[in-house]
């Protein structure tokens, strides 16, 4: 039997099935990862939440590089990864979607019960009062010379709801996203470069919590040695491929 057809018979027989998503389901949207070979983090230093909140330059470099995600995030569309998931819940396959991105494309997709681990760049908040407004609104002021945006209400820096470096994950998420880990029948890693913690952690647990456990992503991850089955073709072919195995 070959690894795609052992894959399509766990996902045939899943109920609880998790997708846990990374960077690389987004890449044939059109959107960088950040550590694979062309990675974001290759070209560009992160800025530090701490950096962020202690300096306004921070700030600066900040918002130049949230503004250019937000225009290539907003100019995407969910691809074949994105769009198969949405039909394997539909199906019963998968119930809950993990994601470390911040795109929104799942969510785009028609994907349901999605947890975002790295929160949103759709919103942005202020870091002092937590007053909210949709990114447009800020980056309009960041266009239009306003390079470290502060909040109206208390003076505060706004930033987008997304997770940095150095930051806390969020407390909710991690309680959700680790309730449907321990639940998992069946864990699909996709496009993840499992080096990223405590995130990286999820799958692990899903083994020890007896899912069986996929890895389908271009480069090696640390944890091919536990999986099940480690596919390392494109993302979107593979999908289809595993939807063709499928009874309709």
């Given at each position: 039997?070959?690894?795609?057809?052992?894959?399509?018979?766990?996902?045939r027989?899943?109920?609880?099935?998790?997708?846990?998503t990374?960077?690389?389901?987004?890449?044939?949207?059109?959107?960088?990862?950040?550590?694979?070979p062309?990675g974001?983090?290759?070209?560009?230093?992160?800025?530090?939440?701490?950096?962020?909140?202690?300096?306004r330059?921070?700030?600066?470099?900040a918002?130049q590089?949230?503004?250019?995600?937000?225009?290539r995030?907003?100019?995407?569309?969910p691809?074949?990864?994105?769009?198969?998931?949405?039909?394997l819940?539909?199906?019963?396959?998968?119930?809950?979607?993990i994601?470390?991105?911040?795109?929104g494309?799942?969510?785009?997709?028609?994907?349901?019960?999605?947890i975002?681990?790295?929160?949103?760049?759709?919103?942005?908040?202020?870091?002092?009062?937590?007053?909210?407004?949709p990114?447009?609104?800020?980056?309009?002021?960041?266009?239009?010379?306003?390079?470290?945006p502060?909040?109206?209400?208390?003076g505060?820096?706004?930033?987008?709801?997304?997770?940095?470096?150095?930051?806390?994950m969020p407390e909710?998420?991690?309680?959700?996203?680790?309730?449907?880990?321990?639940?998992?029948?069946?864990?699909?890693?996709?496009?993840?470069?499992?080096?990223?913690?405590?995130?990286?952690?999820?799958?692990?647990?899903?083994?020890?919590?007896g899912?069986?456990?996929?890895?389908?992503n271009?480069?090696?991850?640390?944890?091919?040695?536990?999986?099940?089955i480690?596919i390392?073709e494109?993302?979107?072919?593979?999908?289809r491929?595993?939807?063709?195995?499928?009874?309709?």
């Amino acid at each position: 039997m070959s690894e795609l057809e052992e894959l399509a018979r766990l996902v045939r027989g899943a109920c609880r099935g998790v997708a846990f998503t990374g960077a690389g389901i987004s890449t044939e949207s059109g959107i960088p990862d950040y550590r694979g070979p062309q990675g974001v983090w290759n070209t560009e230093t992160p800025v530090y939440y701490q950096d962020f909140m202690a300096s306004r330059e921070a700030r600066v470099r900040a918002w130049q590089r949230g503004v250019r995600m937000f225009h290539r995030c907003g100019a995407a569309k969910p691809n074949d990864g994105h769009l198969i998931i949405t039909e394997l819940q539909r199906r019963g396959h998968i119930e809950t979607i993990i994601t470390q991105n911040i795109d929104g494309l799942h969510l785009d997709a028609g994907n349901q019960n999605v947890i975002e681990l790295h929160g949103t760049n759709r919103y942005a908040a202020c870091q002092h009062c937590g007053k909210e407004w949709p990114t447009p609104v800020i980056v309009e002021r960041v266009e239009k010379g306003d390079e470290a945006p502060e909040c109206d209400a208390c003076g505060g820096p706004i930033k987008a709801r997304t997770i940095s470096f150095g930051q806390s994950m969020p407390e909710k998420e991690m309680r959700l996203a680790t309730e449907a880990t321990r639940k998992a029948d069946l864990y699909i890693s996709i496009g993840s470069s499992l080096v990223v913690e405590p995130a990286a952690s999820f799958p692990v647990l899903a083994k020890q919590s007896g899912a069986s456990l996929i890895i389908v992503n271009a480069q090696p991850t640390p944890l091919d040695d536990i999986a099940d089955i480690v596919i390392r073709e494109p993302i979107g072919e593979t999908m289809r491929k595993l939807l063709r195995q499928l009874p309709g």
